[in-house]
């Protein structure tokens, strides 16, 4: 499998588009103003115990208190509490050594929040889910630190292999290098990425991420709740991190400086994928070129369309999201039973990636076709949960029941991604009337000739395409169009743009730095 990982910088954020073998999979945006983030650590202040809901709402400077449960504590959760005041107030120079602190017993898991939180205590917390909505920040005490190889958990001693592994001996092999390098009162995950390295590989990350622990450390020292502690990686470098394999063979960037730190970072993580980062610079807009918007407008919507013709039908409501399969115009024989097994197998892969695209999540209700034969069922439950095996979110497929529905569950980190694929025209505001060609011809020229008598030179026009066409189409070499008689009259030559992404009297000019004159 190909993976492709295009990333498209814009004021607004950045928006990263993942594909496999050419189709689009997950789509993310982090906002340039965002500040919350999954896996961020802050220094949050106890503001209220709700004993009703075994939960506590926590101050971490977000408009709305985030959310603790007793059951997102973590048992080292009065270790966690020891540390941070230990840490905050902290007066030796290099800190106090973290191999000899001394844990705490773990508490309960039927216990109460007010047992363990009582007198609205500082304590370090970490971001679960992000803002929703009108909610705040889904926390978490159970503090973790995703490395590419390992993920190391302060307060406790456990090694633990990932179950993805299936060889037997590679666990009892990774089990004892990290048994044998694990520094005092931390405990490692080993991640499924670490299958096949060696003892070097494995103890570089885990120091790197001593080092981060360190540094947390550092930063509680002096620290005033609310205050963020540490941030995550930003969105470019953590899927990186955590999806980087041979699979992978392009990565794309339209700035200069997001290419330059994905490629430092490369450059420490992978040396030998170092060449698959590049940057583009080719005028057109990045997702464009890459048909990634191209495959958003077909993805996004209501009705979802598949190659033979069959369609879903994705509805949302408060409590679960339903899809519906339609066979459409699709018959492969003259068997009922092999057109509706083909038709479920087609919805299903495509499904598998609307859920990750989409970032569905809680209880999804999939209305297939009715299929009589145990046997189809079977093979159709067998194809879903192989479709979904890519997915990174936690997810559970049940069985189809006897009303022939089948129920996943998936697990929700971030708000869902929605995209309106149909909107009002900007243009005309719905009335279905624009200006004719001719007057918008007349105020580019009014424009064009203001920036000529202004010293512009190397002017570039970004049009729609239709307009592209009207502007550019003439005789042989494009004499007789209307860019041939504006490079004949201000004795300049004017290039000519198309950009799908706007509307049909959309322009702008650009100078031959690629920077937009602002007229």
């Known amino acids: 499998m190909n993976k492709e990982l295009i990333i498209n910088a814009t004021p607004q954020g950045v928006e990263i588009a993942l594909l496999e073998d050419k189709k689009l999979v997950e789509l993310h945006h982090e906002k340039?103003?965002?500040?919350?983030?999954?896996?961020?650590?802050y220094l949050g202040k106890v503001k209220k115990l709700i004993p009703g809901l075994n939960a506590a709402f926590v101050d971490v400077g977000f408009e709305k208190d985030a959310f603790l449960h007793y059951t997102d504590l973590s048992p080292y959760a009065r270790s966690l509490l020891k540390?941070?005041?230990?840490?905050?107030?902290?007066?030796?120079?290099?800190?106090f050594d973290f191999g000899t602190f001394?844990?705490?017993?773990?508490?309960?898991?039927?216990?109460?929040?007010?047992?363990?939180?009582?007198?609205?205590?500082?304590?370090?917390?970490?971001?679960?889910?992000?803002?929703?909505?009108?909610?705040?920040?889904?926390?978490?005490?159970?503090?973790?630190?995703?490395?590419?190889?390992?993920?190391?958990?302060?307060?406790?001693?456990?090694?633990?292999?990932?179950?993805?592994i299936h060889s037997s001996d590679e666990r009892k092999r990774l089990q004892k290098i990290v048994e044998a390098i694990k520094p005092k009162n931390f405990g490692v995950i080993v991640r499924t990425a670490a299958e096949g390295k060696n003892t070097a590989e494995l103890h570089e990350d885990l120091t790197e991420l001593v080092a981060t622990w360190q540094t947390i450390k550092h930063n509680l020292k002096g620290a005033v709740a609310p205050a963020k502690i540490l941030s995550e990686q930003t969105k470019t470098t953590s899927m990186l991190r955590d999806l980087l394999n041979e699979d992978f063979n392009k990565i794309v960037i339209n700035d200069r400086n997001i290419f330059n730190d994905t490629k430092s970072y490369i450059q420490r993580i992978a040396p030998d994928k170092i060449d698959i980062v590049s940057y583009y610079h080719?005028?057109?807009?990045?997702?464009?070129?890459?048909?990634?918007?191209?495959?958003?407008?077909?993805?996004?919507?209501?009705?979802?369309?598949?190659p033979s013709g069959a369609y879903l039908i994705i509805e949302h409501t408060e409590a679960l999201h339903v899809i519906d399969v339609n066979s459409g115009y699709k018959s492969v024989s003259n068997n009922q039973e092999q057109n509706a097994l083909e038709t479920n197998l087609e919805a299903a892969e495509?499904?598998?990636?609307?859920?990750?695209?989409?970032?569905?999540?809680?209880?999804?209700?999939?209305?297939?076709?009715?299929?009589?034969?145990?046997?189809?069922?079977?093979k159709l439950i067998e194809a879903m949960e192989n479709f979904m095996r890519t997915d990174r979110a936690k997810h559970?497929?049940?069985?189809?029941?006897?009303?022939?529905?089948?129920?996943?569950?998936?697990?929700?980190?971030?708000?869902?991604v929605t995209i309106n694929t149909q909107e009002v025209c900007p243009t005309c505001n719905g009335t279905g009337k624009i200006s004719s060609a001719l007057i918008l011809e007349d105020e580019i020229e009014k424009n064009l000739s203001y920036l000529i008598n202004h010293q512009h030179k190397d002017l570039i026009l970004a049009v729609h395409p239709i307009m592209h066409a009207y502007l550019t189409k003439g005789g042989f070499m494009g004499i007789g169009s209307r860019q041939w008689n504006w490079r004949w009259k201000y004795k300049q030559k004017v290039r000519i743009r198309a950009n799908t992404n706007y509307h049909l009297t959309e322009f702008h000019f650009f100078d031959n730095q690629e920077d937009e004159i602002k007229l």
């Open 32 to 41: 340039a103003d965002a500040s919350f983030a999954v896996g961020d650590l």
């Open 102 to 164: 001394q844990v705490e017993p773990e508490i309960v898991k039927t216990g109460k929040i007010n047992e363990v939180l009582n007198g609205k205590p500082h304590i370090l917390v970490q971001i679960l889910k992000e803002p929703i909505a009108a909610k705040g920040p889904r926390l978490s005490c159970e503090i973790s630190l995703p490395g590419r190889f390992v993920v190391i958990t302060p307060f406790n001693d456990i090694v633990a292999v990932s179950r993805k």
């Open 83 to 95: 540390f941070t005041q230990q840490a905050m107030n902290d007066t030796t120079p290099n800190g």
């Open 350 to 378: 495509e499904i598998a990636r609307q859920l990750r695209l989409r970032d569905l999540g809680g209880i999804i209700v999939v209305d297939f076709i009715d299929m009589k034969l145990p046997d189809n069922k079977r």
């Open 396 to 416: 559970a497929v049940l069985p189809i029941s006897k009303f022939g529905l089948m129920q996943i569950t998936r697990q929700r980190m971030k708000p869902e």
């Open 282 to 306: 080719n005028g057109s807009p990045i997702f464009d070129q890459f048909s990634v918007t191209k495959q958003v407008k077909a993805a996004f919507g209501k009705t979802v369309n598949l």
